[in-house]
């Protein structure tokens, strides 16, 4: 008698906080004589989400429950992420690993079953 095949494993988060993050983000460039001019944006960008607030003496690696490059175009957008553990910290590029963005996060939720909670975006409102 033949074994049957074992159920198909679920790529599906097990996580139960949902975080949506709303960027208004845009590309600017100066002429040189203090000018900002608006280029089109297109392109990756660090989203973070943590337990404790990155650059304190309580972050630890530990505290990243998120870092993932994610595409952001010029506009307002929402980026939505799954984490396992219930965030205090959420950020658009929080590291400030680009300087050319100026993006500003309107919202920051997270969510579970039982509570939402607002969250502090990080390191700033707006770049």
Request: net charge neutral; charged share 20%; aromatic share 8%.
């Amino acid at each position: 008698m033949r074994r049957p095949p074992a159920p198909p494993r679920s790529s599906a988060p097990t996580a139960s906080n949902e975080v949506a993050l709303e960027i208004a983000a845009k590309k600017l460039y100066a002429d040189g004589k203090g000018v900002e001019i608006e280029a089109p944006l297109d392109e990756p960008f660090d989203i973070g989400v943590f337990t404790a607030e990155p650059g304190t003496s309580g972050f630890t690696a530990a505290s990243v429950l998120y870092m993932q490059r994610q595409p952001i175009k010029a506009g307002t957008q929402t980026v939505t992420v799954v984490v396992d553990k219930l965030p205090t910290h959420a950020g658009f590029d929080p590291y400030t690993s680009v300087s050319t963005a100026t993006p500003t996060i309107t919202s920051g939720k997270s969510s579970s079953r039982s509570r939402a909670d607002e969250l502090t975006s990080w390191p700033s409102s707006h770049w």
